[in-house]
């Protein structure tokens, strides 16, 4: 068998992709949180005995990076002092991890000799991790102690033995330890699978062979970056965006700055420019904007190549420590989703400069952070933690996604039947809100709002969000996506509107309602065809007084005193036409 083999290859390389999805189905089925078996906040992957990434299983966009540094902290700090039965854990986002919730496990694999020829990869987002507010989650921490339980580069077994001193250190730190430790039982159970997959392929190509095929994998992939990018025009382009705050100092914009150049196979992404670290919790490490550069532009390339170290090595990322796109200790980080979100848009803003044709508007901004935490009458602790998805910016072939991941996600949505059985909670809307995306010859995906009264006697509510003030882009002449919204107790007169970010306590029988940005438009709404204009009144998701005012069209034969509120028979019989009027002066007739 010789590596260079396509045949041997192709098979190796859909093998070992098999087996990171393997690991990923293991966790999502013997998972204990709803964080991980309903939205799948976790990744699994193979790695070389370098730490390189060799295999991602179909999960996380936001973990492309993540897994290979957090290795490779863990290796540089054991060197050879790594023994079959071994697994290893981090979580410290100062030596290689992300932030606290995010529980990095590692197994080395052997073949029969002293040292690994591989290693298995999870990462999942704990319920708990200790800290100042349940789900140790929240934006309004202002260093790293205040978030949780922090775990250095340790060794959770050794020689098949459990570290019994680290065990009970996590079960005496977290809120809800049995829901913890089983979700770590469950990223062990997928590191067994892993090893049994391995057992199977070394015994197909043997051990040098693994290596071989593993190196010829990544190879492939960098071949392939190297390919697409080539087929690009060289250029630079730079684009700012700006977080609305950092929930510490509110009403002051925080600029992210992206800059994007292409010379021949290679491409480089700065973020040089970008804001100095922030009080607030949502800075960023270094693996965690290189996912987002990585993401961004894996995207706009011509070729779905397997995920891996070879998409990596063409793409250069500058991040300046000491910015939010790389925070120092002790920088807060727990919330730092946000900003790698909304980098993901702010890249694909410098991009879309360069390659209009190939990037789509900015979407909701990212998903938003929900927990809501407390004790009930027994003092039992309940932790919900939500991550609400909701659309894709317009693309200039097609409209947005409605009720969508982010694709730097990739997470599901949670079940609302789910939520109420398991805590003290009533779910009372999960709808689209109409007029929300962004207007366009191909319109920006729709927003979503989910709404939930508390049942316990008082419980601790945290919620990551943005875009209430700057609203997701459009491109070409797109519109913008409509702003972000938090609402407590909506409709009844102690009604309030809340701000993006915020940690606040939340009482029985109150109602906090919380609405996703909608996403930005692309082309000239004028220039939309009037079936797709329809389609959407009909559906809904949009109004015929928008759609007069956006999209320059009138209701034939109707009466005009049909508005948002006509009945789904009148919306049936409605019919649409441009109105004959200039791109000022539009209305709506009978």
Not at 402 to 411: E, I, L, Q, R
Request: proline share 5%; glycine share 12%.
């Amino acid at each position: 068998m010789q590596a260079t083999d396509p045949i041997t290859a192709e098979l190796f390389r859909n093998a070992i992709a098999a087996l990171g999805d393997e690991m990923v189905l293991t966790i999502y089925r013997t998972a204990y949180s709803g964080v991980l078996k309903n939205i799948m906040d976790y990744s699994a992957a193979l790695c070389d005995a370098q730490g390189r990434l060799a295999a991602q299983g179909l999960a996380l966009p936001g973990h492309l990076c993540s897994i290979p540094v957090a290795l490779q902290a863990v290796l540089g700090h054991f060197g050879d002092d790594i023994a079959e039965g071994d697994i290893l854990i981090n979580n410290d986002p100062y030596d290689g991890g992300m932030h606290l919730p995010d529980i990095f496990i590692f197994r080395p694999l052997f073949a029969g000799g002293n040292k690994p020829i591989a290693y298995a990869a999870t990462i999942c987002h704990h319920t708990d991790v200790g800290g100042r507010v349940p789900g140790s989650n929240a934006s309004d921490s202002t260093e790293i102690y205040a978030e949780g339980l922090r775990i250095p580069p340790l060794k959770l077994y050794e020689r098949g033995q459990p570290n019994s001193t680290l065990f009970r250190m996590i079960d005496r730190n977290v809120r809800l330890p049995g829901r913890v430790l089983g979700d770590i039982r469950s990223q062990l159970a997928a590191c067994e699978i892993a090893s049994r997959g391995m057992t199977d392929l070394v015994g197909r190509y043997g051990a040098d062979g693994v290596v071989a095929l593993m190196n010829e994998t990544m190879d492939y992939s960098e071949r392939l970056t190297r390919h697409c990018l080539a087929e690009l025009p060289d250029g630079e382009a730079t684009f700012t965006d700006w977080i609305d705050d950092d929930q510490i100092d509110v009403g002051k914009p925080i600029p992210l700055v992206c800059t994007v150049r292409k010379h021949g196979d290679a491409m480089e992404v700065d973020w040089t420019g970008s804001a100095p670290q922030v009080k607030g919790a949502i800075n960023n490490t270094w693996s965690y904007t290189a996912a987002m550069s990585f993401t961004a532009v894996k995207s706009v390339l011509s070729i779905n190549m397997p995920n891996n170290d070879g998409v990596f090595r063409p793409i250069k990322v500058i991040a300046p420590a000491g910015t939010i796109t790389h925070g120092k200790l002790p920088a807060a980080c727990a919330a730092r989703g946000l900003t790698g979100f909304r980098g993901v848009d702010c890249c694909f803003g410098a991009l879309a400069r360069l390659y209009p044709d190939r990037v789509m508007a900015a979407g909701e901004g990212g998903n938003t952070g929900v927990t809501i935490g407390g004790y009930d009458k027994d003092l039992q602790p309940f932790i919900y933690v939500d991550f609400l998805s909701g659309c894709w910016g317009a693309r200039p072939w097609a409209d947005g996604l409605d009720g969508n991941t982010s694709m730097f996600a990739n997470m599901a949505s949670f079940s609302v039947e789910v939520i109420e059985a398991e805590n003290p909670l009533e779910v009372l809307d999960y709808e689209f809100v109409p007029d929300s995306g962004g207007a366009g010859r191909f319109r920006g995906g729709m927003a979503q709002r989910k709404t939930w009264r508390m049942l316990a006697d008082e419980g601790v509510l945290q919620v990551r969000a943005d875009r209430q003030v700057h609203q997701p882009y459009g491109l070409q002449g797109g519109a913008s996506g409509a702003a972000g919204r938090n609402v407590l107790d909506p409709g009844q007169a102690t009604e309030q509107q809340l701000h993006a970010k915020l940690t606040m306590t939340l009482r029985k029988g109150q109602v906090f309602r919380h609405e996703l940005p909608g996403a930005g438009g692309y082309g000239d709404p004028l220039t939309r065809e009037l079936d797709l204009v329809e389609k959407d009144l009909r559906d809904g998701l949009v109004t015929i007084p928008r759609a007069a005012q956006d999209y320059g069209v009138v209701a034939q034969g109707d009466p005009p005193q049909i508005d948002h509120s006509a009945s789904e028979t009148l919306r049936s019989q409605l019919r649409v036409g441009r109105a004959e009027s200039n791109r000022t002066g539009r209305s709506v007739a009978g």
